[in-house]
């Protein structure tokens, strides 16, 4: 049975932390888990007392939001790509290209849209193949 007693110098903080990770996990309404809510609370009173967080400054606000925005703005270059090509026939196909080699050439189809729904099936289902070896 761990001792509860409060929590008043930097020593007493560092053997509740401890206490918290020996208690770890352990079930609701059991002796160790509401040894483990009555620590958790006093180092959470010891924590609001010694380490406030403030509010923030206008001029905080507005650096951490234009990050946010340049990091939604920020474009990822896709490592894949697939290109749409009609030949003289009037026939639609797709190549898979990464960086500027050519992984894979499709058949024709007779519209954009046939070429367009077979890249959206393969993209739906790359993370879920698999390969299977019969060259062997």
Same mark, same amino acid.
């Given at each position: 049975?761990?001792?509860?007693? =409060? ?21 609701? /309404?059991?002796?160790? /888990? ?15 007392? #010694?380490? =406030? ?14 990050? +946010?925005? +340049?990091?939604? #703005?920020? &474009? ?9 090509? $009609? ?23 007779? &519209? $954009? ?6 890249? $959206? ?6 993370? #879920? ?8």
């Amino acid at each position: 049975m761990i001792e509860i007693k =409060p929590i008043r110098s930097k020593e007493d903080y560092e053997l509740a932390l401890n206490s918290i990770a020996e208690l770890w996990g352990a079930p609701s /309404g059991t002796p160790q /888990g509401d040894q483990l809510d009555v620590i958790a609370t006093l180092v959470d009173a010891y924590e609001r007392e #010694h380490f =406030p967080i403030g509010t923030p400054s206008a001029e905080a606000i507005a650096a951490f939001d234009e990050e +946010q925005n +340049q990091a939604r #703005h920020t &474009t990822v270059e896709p490592q894949l790509k697939f290109q749409i090509l $009609k030949d003289p026939a009037g026939l639609f196909s797709f190549r898979l290209l990464r960086a500027t080699e050519i992984v894979l050439h499709s058949e024709t189809f007779a &519209t $954009k849209d046939d070429a367009i729904r077979t890249i $959206k099936l393969l993209q739906q289902d790359a993370a #879920h193949s698999e390969i299977i070896d019969i060259a062997a």
